[in-house]
């Protein structure tokens, strides 16, 4: 999928998820301090969340790309602190998005 598509349909299905809140946590995000998180822990995140191999990863119009989950830790580490992006799998059910030093899940897009 061209990246124009892939943010297009980032829009169209992130208002629809539900965000999940970690247990004893008041809200959804997550707090991973920029300067000590290294490729390891965001390719952990990664694994964690998703199974699938191939995902969308969404910066912007220009930016989008579909990836290989193995290659993500990489591409993300120099992105985690200094924007914000989104990691999508190819069904768009799930998510999870980065913002600056927090991040937060999501599950079940309705389409």
């Known amino acids: 999928m061209e990246s124009r598509l892939i943010y297009e349909s980032d829009k169209t299905y992130q208002n629809k998820i539900q965000w999940i809140s970690p247990i004893g946590s008041e809200s959804e995000w997550r707090y991973l301090n920029p300067q000590s998180a290294n490729e390891i822990q965001l390719q952990n995140i990664i694994n964690k969340k998703f199974i699938e191999e191939t995902l969308y990863l969404v910066i912007d119009r220009n930016e989008s790309m579909e990836i290989d989950k193995l290659d993500l830790g990489s591409k993300i580490k120099g992105l985690y ?9 190819k069904s768009f059910q799930n998510i999870i998005e980065f913002n600056l030093e927090v991040y937060r899940e999501g599950i079940n897009a309705s389409r």
């Open 81 to 89: 602190g200094k924007t914000e992006f989104k990691v999508w799998d």
